[in-house]
């Protein structure tokens, strides 16, 4: 295996840019197919909007090259906030503690680079610990990493535009629902579930 001049493929430096949280790693081989294969790696919080504004343009990356390459994405957790509280706090409220006079600025900024996308940013809601998420997601690339890939779209979705609480365990169950992950419920009902592995990923 090689590093792959991404550079040659469309929106990459876009995605790189915009993903300021998200590490990430591509690589290439052969497969079945005579298209070069693009394994990327992404560390990154479900919380963090530019993780989530990367991730839309790595997306469109992939649709203007998909004739060329296949692509293989896998995400890994990442912590912005690990004493975050279990039981949510105030979003808006996070925010101003956390920036101060900034937060007004940065508000307006996503509210921006998300109308680009096509999305209205939401703050109203909660904000808090993103471990089950976490665990949600590495559970759901045991059942396939597109199906993993589309539960990231539809936690985020959820946070950032629906007013969407990403430790509440009905809307992780239903984002899982919607991507076809199953046994979600079961799986995040044992809190031991996914956290050595979580825990792990992110040291």
């Known amino acids: 295996m090689r590093l792959v001049c991404l550079h040659r493929i469309p929106n990459f430096r876009t995605f790189q840019k915009d993903c300021r949280y998200t590490r ?9 197919t005579g298209k070069k294969l693009i394994r990327v790696d992404i560390s990154s919080d479900t919380v963090c909007p530019w993780c989530f504004v990367g991730k839309r343009n790595l997306d469109k990356a992939i649709a203007l090259s998909n004739d060329k390459y296949d692509f293989e994405i896998r ?7 690990p004493s975050a509280p279990k039981e ?4 808006i409220e996070y925010y101003r503690n956390k920036f101060g006079s900034q937060a007004e600025q940065i508000h307006s900024r996503m509210t921006q680079v998300f109308k680009g996308l096509g999305l209205e940013y939401n703050m109203s809601g909660l904000t808090g610990s993103t471990l089950d998420s ?7 690339g ?5 199906r993993q890939h589309n539960l990231v779209e539809e936690l985020c979705l959820g946070y950032f535009t629906q007013e969407k609480y990403i430790g509440d365990r009905e809307f992780l169950v239903e984002s899982a629902k919607k991507v076809a992950v199953e046994g979600a419920l079961e799986f995040l009902d044992d809190p031991n579930n996914g956290l050595n592995e979580v825990c792990f990923s992110n040291q």
């Open 134 to 140: 976490h665990r949600l997601i590495y559970f759901a």
């Open 142 to 146: 045991l059942q396939g990493l597109d």
């Open 75 to 81: 995400w890994h957790p990442f912590f912005l906030n």
């Open 24 to 32: 990430s790693m591509a690589l290439s081989a052969s497969n079945n």
């Open 88 to 91: 949510g706090i105030d979003k």
